[in-house]
Nanobody, 127 residues
């Protein structure tokens, strides 16, 4: 049984940092590309960052580029999101997702292509 579990969320002031983690079990982790999505209250879910199976290919939404860094440790079956210079508009539930396509050049935010999702971890940034 596949399990995807996020952790590391919390409440911080604007300008602060958080590091999210996502641990996956029950699957061959390095067969999967991974991504972080987020959903703010009253809004739809949006893609934040994507990383291919090896970690050599990464992609960011314009809204987080230069502030967030995605990485993975395949030996630990763990995905990370380092979030710096946080803004109130980063407040959202953050989700980790696994895509069985190890790498791809487009369609990174096509949610239906991710077949495993975590329950989310809440990030709240106050001004």
């Amino acid at each position: 049984q596949v399990q995807v579990v996020e952790s590391g969320g919390g409440s911080v002031q604007a300008g602060g940092s958080l590091r999210l983690s996502c641990t996956a079990s029950g699957l061959t982790f390095d067969d999967y590309a991974m991504a972080w999505f987020r959903q703010a209250p009253g809004k739809g879910r949006e893609g934040v960052s994507y990383i291919n199976w090896s970690g050599a290919g990464t992609f960011y939404a314009d809204s987080v580029k230069g502030r967030f860094t995605i990485s993975r440790d395949n030996a630990k079956n763990t995905l990370y999101l380092q979030m710096n210079s946080l803004k109130p508009e980063d407040t959202a539930m953050y989700y980790c997702a696994a895509d069985p396509r190890p790498t791809k050049l487009g369609r990174r935010w096509y949610e239906y292509e991710y077949n495993y999702w975590g329950q989310g971890t809440q990030v709240t940034v106050s001004s």
